[in-house]
T-cell receptor
Framework: RKEVEQDPGPFNVPEGATVAFNCTYSNSASQSFFWYRQDCRKEPKLLMSVYSSGNEDGRFTAQLNRASQYISLLIRDSKLSDSATYLCVVNSGGYQKVTFGIGTKLQVIP | GAVVSQHPSRVICKSGTSVKIECRSLDFQATTMFWYRQFPKQSLMLMATSNEGSKATYEQGVEKDKFLINHASLTLSTLTVTSAHPEDSSFYIC??????????????FGPGTRLTVL
């Protein structure tokens, strides 16, 4: 089993739709979790950290489920500009233990 | 916010030549920088951890004699791909951490360098 697993998609959704991605991780000792956004041929950029209590930033909501070992990202009212690949990142201890998922590609359609 | 630059952004070279990629933290000091490689439709793979003033730590399967890393100052790390071959063609991305205790997990990524070896 991969350390971090994501559905690569693509997820094609109409503008205004709500879309959710999940990411599962195998190491139960994982300590911190992040969602990054990566545009085509560009570097990843931090979208948000994922806290145990969940966190929300505008149209984006991230949740952590330690019992089932997954994190989720919910995007409401999708915009065309949300089209990108969303990377799940899991830190299981120290900088060398940061693992990136393969990413989920989102395409928002007019 | 913390800004990381990379140079060059794109390089095309002949097989057998060496290529140097620079990673700079522009507005902060980075004691630790990371080098990643990303092949098409694959996730970022950590190649090595670069520590200022000491030897880099390489991940399993990464040849340290082929991928030379130098972290000469708190704002600069370099990756040299020696005797490049077509299979080394990839997107190389560096990242740095600010050392801010509040956000020590946050990595700031450079814009990446696309290497094509002919």
């Amino acid at each position: 089993r991969k350390e971090v697993e994501q559905d690569p998609g693509p997820f094609n959704v109409p503008e205004g739709a709500t879309v959710a991605f999940n990411c599962t991780y195998s190491n139960s000792a994982s300590q911190s979790f992040f969602w990054y956004r990566q545009d085509c041929r560009k570097e990843p950029k931090l979208l948000m950290s994922v806290y145990s209590s969940g966190n929300e930033d505008g149209r984006f909501t991230a949740q952590l489920n330690r019992a089932s070992q997954y994190i989720s990202l919910l995007i409401r009212d999708s915009k065309l500009s949300d089209s990108a690949t969303y990377l799940c990142v899991v830190n299981s201890g120290g900088y060398q233990k940061v693992t990136f998922g393969i990413g989920t590609k989102l395409q928002v359609i007019p | 916010g913390a800004v990381v630059s990379q140079h060059p952004s794109r390089v095309i070279c002949k097989s057998g030549t060496s290529v140097k990629i620079e990673c700079r933290s522009l507005d902060f000091q980075a004691t630790t920088m990371f080098w990643y490689r990303q092949f098409p439709k694959q996730s970022l793979m950590l190649m090595a951890t670069s520590n200022e003033g000491s030897k880099a730590t390489y991940e399993q399967g990464v040849e340290k004699d082929k991928f030379l890393i130098n972290h000469a100052s708190l704002t600069l790390s370099t990756l040299t791909v020696t005797s490049a071959h077509p299979e080394d063609s990839s997107f190389y991305i560096c990242s740095a951490v600010t050392g801010d205790a509040v956000r020590t997990d946050t990595q700031y990524f450079g814009p990446g360098t696309r290497l094509t070896v002919l």
